[in-house]
């Protein structure tokens, strides 16, 4: 069989960071409360890690007294959040990667200057809560089919999802130029982050080029889920896997070759784990 690896695989340059700066915390700080608003990156391997070196994970700031920590995790923290905890006088350690952050002041200076704004994403994921923390009246569509009836001012601030796949936001620009005369000043922001857009180019390549393709990383990750969807628009044989268990039932099918790639929030370690596996089938 043979393998092909995209050259993205592992963490994206914000996970990294993300991960870093919390590992760091829990060595240096072993006797304090470590809590961490959410999900500090999406991976359960890298998580179930973190909390075994002490990291709490919450939905609410409730419980949480002063002297702790609180992480805000790496795809950033709506601001009613980051208020609570500044008023109980939280150690708050912010890892947003700093792609997220730029996107959160491209969306603060369009509202400060009254531009009505569009997000391409998914409203309930926590990136897009935090916009909409900053700017409470932005309108969120998942896709383009969702703007047709909506009404637009005269100007219009669009951005995007980090993790957003490309041809959704270039066929929302291209309706919204088509079809809504009344937008007299259209600002587009391309917030597709580097990475995201690179992994979701090479697995097009993949899918075109193998005979099955191997996406490791979480089904709770955004980004994972969309390299998926791109590749099946390629490949019927594309497959989303967490770990190793989900592997063995793949490798049945005796592919002749199959592409790797992995999501943004997937360690290194698992896939050389999966490629260690699959190089046994030879
Ligand atoms: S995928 Fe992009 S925006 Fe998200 S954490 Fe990684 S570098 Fe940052």
């Known amino acids: 069989m043979r393998v092909v690896l995209a050259k993205h695989i592992g963490f994206c340059s914000g996970v990294r960071r993300a991960v870093k700066i919390v590992?760091?915390?829990?060595?240096?700080?072993?006797?304090?409360?470590?809590?961490?608003?959410?999900?500090?990156?999406?991976?359960?391997?890298?998580?179930?890690?973190?909390?075994?070196?002490?990291l709490k994970e919450v939905s609410s700031l409730k419980t949480i007294k002063s002297p702790a920590y609180l992480v805000l995790p790496s795809h950033g923290t709506s601001r009613d959040v980051i208020k609570l905890a500044k008023q109980k006088r939280l150690r708050i350690v912010d890892v947003t990667c700093p792609y997220v952050a730029s996107v959160q002041n491209i969306c603060k200076r369009l509202n400060k200057a009254g531009y009505q704004i569009l997000i391409l994403g998914d409203r309930e994921h926590p990136e897009i809560k935090a916009l909409l923390s900053i700017a409470p009246k932005a309108k969120v569509v998942n896709r383009t089919g969702e703007i047709k009836d909506l009404d637009f001012n005269l100007r219009l601030g669009v951005i995007s999802q980090t993790t957003q796949s490309k041809e959704k936001f270039l066929s929302l620009i291209n309706y919204l130029l088509n079809n809504k005369p009344l937008i007299k000043e259209l600002r587009i922001f391309n917030t597709i982050c580097l990475d995201s857009l690179s992994r979701q180019k090479e697995v097009v390549k993949l899918a075109k080029q193998n005979e099955a393709v191997l996406i490791i990383g979480s089904k709770f990750s955004a980004n994972t889920k969309r390299l998926l969807g791109i590749s099946l628009k390629f490949n019927s044989h594309s497959y989303l896997i967490e770990g190793l268990s989900s592997l063995e039932q793949i490798l049945k099918n005796n592919f002749k070759s199959i592409g790797i790639i992995s999501g943004a929030s997937t360690p290194d370690w698992l896939v050389r784990e999966i490629i260690e596996r699959i190089k046994k089938e030879d």
């Open 23 to 54: 590992e760091d915390l829990l060595i240096n700080n072993k006797k304090e409360n470590i809590f961490c608003f959410g999900a500090v990156i999406h991976n359960q391997q890298v998580l179930e890690k973190l909390r075994k070196q002490g």
